[in-house]
């Protein structure tokens, strides 16, 4: 069977002190070519035994929009978790506990 290539590509304008202006990303096999304020990449090198990350966020992203992005993250990384390992217990453990931490910070609110 042959196998199928994609590519995503992300291109990062900076400033004279190196800091984020633009971050463009493109994903032409699902027809993304847009903005984003701000893009965490996480890549497992087997080698090493560790996580290799990019965290990358524009002047213009907001302290609130950071916010609200860290906890989104937070809660979709805990779905992979929990597809990947099966470890329902301790994805609900995280994910009740940063359902908190959003409600403190004001990413949530009760209801």
Known sequence: MRMKTS?????????????????????????ENSL?????????????????RIDLWTKEMSIDEMKKFFHQNVMTLTDTYI???????TGKEVKDFFTEIGMKTGVLSRK
């Open 7 to 31: 590519e995503i590509k992300i291109t990062v304008t900076v400033d004279e002190n190196h800091l984020p202006t633009q971050i463009k990303w493109e994903a032409p096999d699902a027809g």
């Open 83 to 89: 597809r990947a390992t099966g470890d329902k217990m």
């Open 36 to 52: 984003c304020k701000s893009a965490m990449i996480a890549l497992w090198d087997e080698k090493e035994n560790s996580t290799l």
